[in-house]
């Protein structure tokens, strides 16, 4: 129980400032002996109360951000639902081949962010146009996708979601962040309901993953709201690394 807990509260730090906190929990339900698929089950539903912990920590950077966030959310409540189901009816081999593939784009978007940014607004200005408060078309449908991923394991969903929002919307890292975290929270929210529907939830093991990763979220939005562009960017890419590795040793 007690592994359970620091396991959800490492969790709930690390998917606020980036994601990737089930790289922690689900290994550790894995090595008490929970079956994988209720051990994902119950990591997704634990870790909700985390998401909203992180999002309700970055409250301040989300001011004037709502109308974006009706808008990209619904795009994460319909990729977490197709998610969830891809889990439920999939075998669970069916993603390891494209996981790290994804993880390190997201990486290499992460380090060129600065540069692509500048060129889609110097786009949108010599055609006269100003980039719309919700970005660009094109990122509703990524963040659809990167939902997608997310209800179905969701480990790095925090760097892609980063990687998408940062070349698609004019923000500082900082509210990037802080609407990834109500991203993120949408679209574990949605899978957990799924879940909860339809699937073995461990109550006591999502019981345990929910309290540490709510007082995670607390301590990772105090944590990544005093990290620098280029900090906050280096620990992005470092984590993303980490899935990677982690992704190619368990192949």
């Given at each position: 129980m007690a592994a359970v807990l620091f396991a959800g509260i490492a969790a709930g730090t690390i998917n606020t400032v980036v994601g990737s906190g089930t790289l922690i929990t689900f290994p550790t339900l894995l090595a008490l002996g929970i079956p994988p698929v209720t051990a994902n089950v119950s990591n997704t539903v634990g870790l909700v109360p985390g998401s909203l912990s992180g999002a309700v920590g970055y409250r301040r950077e989300l001011a004037g951000q709502w109308p974006r966030l009706v808008r990209l959310g619904s795009a994460s409540l319909i990729g977490g639902v197709a998610g969830a189901v891809l889990l439920l009816v999939l075998p669970a081999a069916a993603f390891d081949a494209v996981v790290p593939v994804l993880i390190l784009l997201g990486c290499v978007l992460v380090v060129l962010q600065p540069r692509l940014s500048r060129r889609v607004a110097a786009r949108a200005e010599?055609?006269?146009?100003?980039?719309?408060?919700?970005?660009?078309?094109?990122?509703?449908?990524?963040?659809?996708?990167?939902?997608?991923?997310?209800?179905?394991?969701?480990?790095?969903?925090?760097?892609?979601?980063?990687?998408?929002?940062g070349v698609g919307l004019q923000e500082t890292m900082q509210r990037n962040n802080a609407t990834k975290n109500v991203l993120a929270l949408l679209v574990n929210g949605v899978a957990a309901v799924v879940f909860i529907l339809v699937a073995d939830v461990d109550w006591r093991v999502a019981g345990l993953i929910a309290v540490g990763s709510a007082i995670g979220g607390q301590i990772g939005a105090t944590v990544g709201r005093r990290l620098p562009p280029m900090a906050l960017r280096a620990f992005i890419v470092l984590v993303g690394l980490a899935a990677v590795t982690h992704f190619l040793l368990e192949s």
């Open positions: 010599r055609r006269g146009q100003t980039p719309p408060e919700h970005g660009a078309a094109w990122v509703w449908g990524l963040v659809a996708l990167t939902g997608v991923y997310g209800g179905y394991f969701g480990a790095a969903q925090g760097v892609l979601l980063m990687a998408v929002l």
